[in-house]
């Protein structure tokens, strides 16, 4: 396995790190579905265990992911194993019986109960997980000045910031000053780490590390999905209503994803190398997190590693993916 330096920090974690958002299942915030099918923890725990087999040495998660049974069932899982490993959490999502989840109080309060629920000493990665700091961001100061305090307390390592917008992004990045980023990122749409795009002069100007989720696009680029037969999701799945497992939508994707067949091959290990290392091609991103069910999908994201793709197989990806 291959690592990756946290932007200026001395922290390494591998190229091919794990997300952990399924483990938390079906799930509900404020009434509005916020999860995923619900997984087996047996299984989970076969993948985790393989992961760490092949190297994986960077978890993320936050604590709005089953509201704590994903943080939970990690600790169970890696035991002791957790003190040599980069744990990444998060806190905004989920408010509690707080007014905003980003109340300076219920910051506090979340990392010292994610400290418990990690069972750890401190939290590698502390992320903002979006953008929204109240009207008129009227949280943000004191949750800077909060989240800065929980770093020199040695409760924290690195602050990352998460959002989902290039605005939010440039508005947030010199007040939070974080460590590094994460947002989506995947062949897709990679806007956020594009050279030339206004998150990528910050990340490049800052030095700063981007960690990229949903790499594979949720599955959507793995060609799993059929269009005449689209998946059904249950109540509390994020997924149900989504419009990119509509029979339009992946109809529209399919031709693109057999051009990569074509030249990368048929087998979704094959697609799934694609996808990640394109993003690992980018010299801003530290890793991607690939969220998993069970040990095949983790031996899937795994495929790849090690296998770097040329210059001239990534022009080949945004020309068959281009608009």
């Known amino acids: 396995m291959k690592y990756r330096k946290l932007g200026q920090s001395g922290i390494e974690v591998s190229e091919i790190s794990l997300g952990c958002w399924t483990m938390g299942g079906l799930n509900w ?74 109340e300076a109080a219920h910051i506090r309060h979340q990392c010292e109960q994610s400290l418990i629920n990690l069972r750890r000493d401190v939290i590698d990665i502390y992320y903002f997980h979006h953008g929204d700091f109240g009207p008129n961001d009227r949280y943000l100061d004191d949750a800077v000045k909060t989240m800065h305090q929980l770093k020199r307390e040695g409760k924290i390592r690195l602050i990352g910031q998460s959002a989902y917008s290039n605005a939010d992004f440039e508005r947030l990045i010199p007040k939070v000053k974080p460590d590094l980023l994460q947002s989506w990122a995947h062949i897709m749409d990679d806007q956020f780490i594009r050279e030339g795009s206004p998150v990528r002069r910050l990340l490049d100007e800052k030095k700063m590390s981007f960690v990229a989720f949903s790499p594979l696009n949720q599955g959507v680029l793995l060609g799993k999905f059929d269009p005449h037969n689209p998946p059904q999701f249950e109540e509390g799945d994020h997924r149900k209503g989504d419009r990119r497992f509509t029979t339009e939508s992946l109809l529209g994707v399919q031709p693109r994803i057999e051009k990569l067949k074509s030249r990368f091959g048929k087998d979704v290990k094959d697609l799934a190398r694609v996808a990640l290392q394109y993003l690992l091609a980018n010299p801003v991103v530290a890793c991607v997190i690939p969220g998993f069910r069970n040990l095949n999908q983790v031996q899937v994201n795994l495929a790849g590693e090690g296998k770097p793709l040329s210059a001239e197989d990534v022009a080949f990806i945004r020309q068959a993916f281009a608009a």
């Open 29 to 102: 915030v404020n009434g509005s579905p916020n999860g995923w099918a619900n997984v087996d923890e047996a299984e989970v725990k076969r993948a985790v265990d393989y992961a760490l087999g092949q190297g994986v040495n960077h978890f993320d998660n936050a604590d709005v992911y089953g509201n704590g049974r994903a943080e939970l069932m990690l600790s169970r899982i890696l035991g002791d194993r957790t003190k040599k490993l980069v744990v990444a959490t998060k806190v905004g999502w989920f408010p509690g019986t707080a007014e905003h989840a980003y």
